[in-house]
C-alpha cells in the first residue's frame, strides 16, 4: 500500500534583493509516494532547487506547508529538524559535495555518526561493492573521477536507508554510463520502496520517473 | 567512524592551518612563559650578585677592621698609662715621659680581669744623643703586647722588636743611608737593622725603638718603664670609655694616671662605623637599583605580553575566519545530512582547544628556552642556575590554561558563524 512520504502544499518561497522581491516558488504542490520516482524538469532558474530544499527541510518556505512522513519538519526545532533529517532524507547534488579529506569509506559513513545505526560499516562495504567502488575504498576525493564520486554521494545517500532521497541534478556533471548508473540505481531505490525527488533540466531521466513534472518560473506547469 | 575521526583527518588535511594556529599559541604562550622566566633569571642573577656583594662586603669589612686597629696604633694609642706624678706638660713639651714606674705594673694589670683593654705594650722612652751617628733622637724600648689574660687572645697590634735588633724611623734611616740587615751601633752597642718605617710625618721619623731590657740596659732603668699604652679600649661606648677605664685602672694601679687618645679613635671608630654603613648603603642601593630594574622589566612584560596575546588571539580568530570560509559547503553538506550546530561547533572548538594544549606545551618549553637564552645574553653568564629552579609548576599550569582559553575565545566566534551558516544558502550558490 502506498502513502504519501513527502507532501508539499501551496508552498511559496520570496527572495528579497535590495532592489526587488524574486518569487522562487509560487504555490507549488505536489506530493511524493513511496516507490514512486518523481521528476521536476525545468530551465535554469525555474526554483528547481530552491523547491528541493525547501522539501528538504533546509529552506523554510514564506508560505504553504511541507511534510515528509506526515510530520511537518518547520514545526521541529533546529536541532530536532537536524536530526529528522539525517534519519529520513538522502541528498545527492551536482557537485557531489564530497568531504575531501575523508576516504571513500567514510565519506560513506559520515551520515552514520547522527543516526548511531548498526552495522554500518557492512552495510557500506556493501553499498561500495554495489556502485563499482571497491578499489577505491580508502582513496579520498582527489584520487576519485567524476563518476566515482557521484557513486560515492549516492552510496551516502542511501548508508542510512534514508525514505526520501532528494536529488539536485544528480547527472549534470556526469558523462552518459555515469549518468546511467546514477538514475538507474535511483529508479531501483524506488522500486524497492524508497522515493526520490529529482529535480534537473535533462530530460533524459524522465523515462525512468513513475511521474514527471514541469517547473517554470516557480510555479508547476500543467501539462 | 565519529566526529573525532573527522577532526583528525581535517586537521591533518589543513595541517597549514593548524600550524599556523599553532605558531601563534606558541609566539603567545612562549613570551608569557619567557617573560616569566626572564624575571625569573633576573631575579635569580640579581641575587646572587646581591649575595656575592654582601659577602664581599663583609670579606671588605673585616679587612678595614684589622686595618683600622692597626692605623690606630700607627698614628698614637688609645690610652697612656702614666706615673702619677708625670707633668702632662712636660710630656707633650719633650715628646716622651720623664717619669718612671715598675714594669711589673704591666704584669699586674695584665693579670687583673680588667675588661676594657685588650693588650698592654710597656714602653720606655727617653731623648738620648745619639752619639755613633751624632743625632738626637726619641730611643723607644718595648717588649712586645701583652695581651690581657682574661679576654680572648687577638692577634697583636705590634710586632715585638726581636732583641739584638733595632726599628728606625724614616728620618733617622733615610739620611743615615741604612737598610735592612745593616749593622749600627747605639750607646755602643752592636745592632742590626731589623725594620725601616716609611715616611709618617710625626717624631716616629726620627724614633728608634729596640727591644725594652736593650733599653732599660742601656738607659740604665733596669725593671723600669716610663709608660704603658693600652690598646683596642672597646670603643663602642666611647662617650663613656675614659671614666670607665680611668676608675678601673686607678684601683687596679695606683700611683698612675691615664690619659685620653681617644679623640682620634673615636673619629677612626666613626669612620669605621661610616664605612660600614656606607657599605651596607651600596647593597641597599644595590637592591633598590634591582627593585626598580625588576619594576621596568615587570611594566615592559605587563605591555608587551598583553599585546602579543591580543595580537596572537586576533591571528587564531583570523585563521579561524578563514578556516571556515574554506570549510563553507563542507558545513553546508554535513548540515544537510543532519548534523546538529553543537556537532559544527564541537568540531571547530575542538580544533582550537588541540591546537591550544598542543601550542601551550610547546610555547611553555619554547618560552623557558627563549628565556634562558635571553637571560644568558641580558645577564651574562648564569651558571648556578639550574634550569629546573626557572620550571615553575603554577607556572605551567597558568599557561596550560591561558593557552586553550585564549585558542577557544578566538575561535568562538569562527565556530559560531560556522554552526550559524545556512546550509541551504551554500548549497543553493554551488
Known amino acids: 500500500m502506498r502513502c504519501i512520504v513527502l507532501k508539499v502544499e501551496n508552498i511559496t518561497k520570496i527572495y528579497h534583493t535590495p532592489n526587488k522581491q524574486v518569487r522562487a516558488i509560487d504555490e507549488v504542490s505536489l506530493h511524493v509516494d513511496s516507490g514512486e520516482f518523481v521528476v521536476v524538469e525545468g530551465p535554469s532558474g525555474s526554483g528547481k532547487s530552491t523547491l528541493l530544499l525547501t522539501a528538504g527541510s533546509l529552506l523554510t518556505p514564506d508560505e504553504g506547508l511541507i511534510l515528509i512522513d506526515g510530520k511537518n519538519p518547520y514545526a521541529l526545532s533546529s536541532n530536532k529538524r537536524a536530526k529528522f533529517r539525517a534519519e529520513k532524507i538522502g541528498f545527492v547534488f551536482q557537485q557531489f559535495h564530497l568531504i575531501p579529506y575523508l576516504s571513500v569509506l567514510e565519506n560513506i559513513l559520515t551520515p552514520s555518526i547522527l543516526t548511531k545505526g548498526e552495522n554500518t560499516h557492512e552495510d557500506a562495504m556493501q553499498l561500495i561493492g554495489r556502485f563499482g567502488l571497491t578499489e577505491r575504498v580508502h582513496h579520498v576525493l582527489a584520487e576519485l573521477s567524476t563518476g566515482e564520486r557521484q557513486r560515492t554521494a549516492l552510496a551516502r545517500a542511501f548508508i542510512n536507508s534514508p525514505n526520501l532521497i532528494l536529488a539536485d541534478e544528480p547527472t549534470g556533471n556526469l558523462d552518459r554510463e555515469n549518468a546511467k548508473i546514477v538514475i538507474e540505481s535511483l529508479a531501483e531505490f524506488a522500486n524497492t520502496g524508497g522515493s526520490v525527488f529529482l529535480v534537473t533540466h535533462d530530460t533524459s531521466a524522465a523515462k525512468y520517473a513513475t511521474r514527471t513534472l514541469h517547473l517554470e518560473n516557480g510555479r508547476m506547469r500543467n501539462d | ?430
Request: proline share 4%; charged share 25%; net charge positive.
Open chain 2, 1 to 430: 567512524m565519529n566526529i573525532r575521526h573527522i577532526l583528525t583527518k581535517e586537521i591533518l588535511y589543513r595541517w597549514r592551518n593548524f600550524a599556523l594556529g599553532l605558531f601563534a599559541v606558541t609566539v603567545a604562550v612562549g613570551s608569557l612563559t619567557g617573560a616569566l622566566t626572564l624575571l625569573k633569571v633576573h631575579e635569580f642573577q640579581t641575587q646572587k650578585i646581591l649575595n656575592e656583594k654582601e659577602e664581599e662586603t663583609e670579606k671588605k669589612m673585616a679587612i678595614l677592621k684589622d686595618e683600622m686597629r692597626k692605623a690606630t696604633l700607627k698614628l698614637s694609642f688609645n690610652l697612656l698609662i702614666l706615673p702619677e706624678e708625670q707633668s702632662i706638660r712636660d710630656l707633650h713639651m719633650n715628646g716622651c715621659p720623664s717619669e718612671y714606674m715598675p714594669e711589673e705594673y704591666v704584669t699586674r694589670l695584665a693579670e687583673s680581669g680588667i675588661v676594657l683593654v685588650r693588650h698592654f705594650l710597656p714602653t720606655l722612652q727617653q731623648k738620648i744623643k745619639w752619639p755613633e751617628k751624632k743625632r738626637t733622637i726619641t730611643l723607644v724600648g718595648a717588649r712586645g703586647e701583652v695581651p690581657n689574660l682574661h679576654k680572648d687572645p687577638r692577634k697583636p697590634l705590634v710586632e715585638p722588636v726581636p732583641p739584638g735588633t733595632i726599628v728606625l724611623g724614616y728620618g733617622l734611616h733615610h739620611s743615615l743611608g741604612l737598610q735592612v740587615g745593616d749593622k749600627v751601633k747605639l750607646l755602643g752597642r752592636e745592632f742590626t737593622v731589623h725594620k725601616c718605617y716609611e715616611e709618617r710625618g710625626s717624631k716616629d721619623d726620627f724614633t728608634a725603638w729596640i727591644h725594652l731590657r736593650a733599653a732599660q740596659e742601656l738607659l740604665k732603668k733596669e725593671g723600669m718603664i716610663n709608660a704603658i699604652l693600652a690598646l683596642e679600649c672597646l670603643c663602642a661606648q666611647v662617650e663613656d670609655l675614659l671614666p670607665k677605664v680611668r676608675n678601673e685602672i686607678e684601683q687596679i694601679l695606683p700611683g698612675t694616671q691615664v690619659i685620653e687618645k681617644g679623640t682620634k679613635a673615636l673619629a677612626r671608630a666613626e669612620a669605621r662605623a661610616r664605612v660600614g654603613q656606607e657599605a651596607k648603603a651600596a647593597v641597599e642601593r644595590e637592591k633598590q637599583h634591582r627593585d626598580e630594574m625588576r619594576s621596568e622589566r615587570e611594566l615592559f612584560a605587563a605591555i608587551l605580553v598583553p599585546l602579543v596575546m591580543v595580537a596572537c588571539a586576533m591571528w587564531i580568530g583570523l585563521l579561524g575566519f578563514n578556516n571556515v570560509r574554506d570549510r563553507k559547503t563542507e558545513i553546508a553538506i554535513q548540515r544537510a545530512m543532519g548534523f546538529r550546530a553543537r556537532q559544527i561547533m564541537f568540531l571547530f572548538l575542538s580544533k582550537f582547544l588541540i591546537m591550544g594544549l598542543l601550542g601551550g606545551a610547546i610555547g611553555i618549553f619554547a618560552g623557558l628556552v627563549f628565556g634562558r637564552w635571553l637571560g644568558i645574553a641580558m645577564e651574562g653568564d648564569i651558571v648556578g642556575i639550574a634550569a629546573g629552579t626557572l620550571f615553575d609548576p603554577g607556572q605551567l599550569l597558568l599557561a596550560l590554561i591561558t593557552a586553550p582559553v585564549l585558542t577557544v575565545i578566538s575561535g568562538w566566534i569562527p565556530a559560531m558563524i560556522a554552526a550559524q551558516q545556512d546550509p541551504a544558502v551554500v548549497l543553493r550558490e554551488k
